[in-house]
T-cell receptor
């Protein structure tokens, strides 16, 4: 089954404790992306990757890091999480930017 | 600055009638537009898209219209069904080489039985 998986689905952590949210797709997609969803703000792109070893900033990259060492995986790293990073995070992938993105189920992160 | 705007946070429509969801954008470099539907506790799912070289695209009950001069697109759902109740996001892709996606803030559609 074609899918995008994210782990964990729920995470409660404390300020400053490094964490990684994993994202994996099994569709051989080149384009992958991370978004955060906040009330009243919609979905905002954090980082995206056009292909292996090619990543670039979206609209809200501050406080986040990503890497794309393999085509299927695109982890999101919060080196020192802060409460303003409490949000619902989605990973997505697509063949390229002219095709629809497939989204993962989301990761709800709470930073206290 | 919000480059993609959905000015109606919510919309209620009677079952069987037409639902019209609107989206405005400011960046003339956007060349590809998409609509996604999102149910609670799930990721968004793709609905329909349109390239900037077209002004209309249809897929079953869903039609997207693009008015480039007005920088406006709309999604028409005919007839509306209770299962269409969800949050709808429009999104735009930038042709200027950044490969970013910009999403609107979403419109919550409620179809009343």
């Amino acid at each position: 089954e074609a899918q995008v998986t994210q782990n964990p689905r729920y995470l409660i952590t404390v300020t400053g404790k490094k964490l990684t949210v994993t994202c994996s797709q099994n569709m051989n997609h080149e384009y992958m992306s991370w978004y955060r969803q906040d009330p009243g703000l919609g979905l905002r792109q954090i980082y995206y990757s056009m292909n292996v070893e090619v990543t670039d900033k979206g609209d809200v990259p501050e406080g986040y890091k990503v890497s794309r060492k393999e085509k299927r995986n695109f982890p999101l790293i919060l080196e020192s999480p802060s409460p303003n990073q409490t949000s619902l995070y989605f990973c997505a992938s697509s063949i390229n930017r002219f095709h629809e993105q497939y989204f993962g189920p989301g990761t709800r992160l709470t930073v206290t | 600055d919000q480059q993609v705007k959905q000015n109606s946070p919510s919309l209620s429509v009677q079952e069987g009638r037409i639902s019209i969801l609107n989206c405005d954008y400011t960046n003339s470099m956007f060349d590809y537009f998409l609509w996604y539907k999102k149910y609670p506790a799930e990721g968004p799912t793709f609905l329909i898209s349109i390239s900037s070289i077209k002004d209309k695209n249809e897929d079953g009950r869903f039609t997207v219209f693009l008015n480039k001069s007005a920088k406006h697109l709309s999604l028409h759902i005919v007839p509306s069904q209770p299962g269409d109740s969800a949050v709808y996001f429009c999104a735009a892709s930038d042709a200027s080489g950044t490969y970013k996606y910009i999403f609107g803030t979403g419109t919550r559609l409620k179809v009343l039985a």
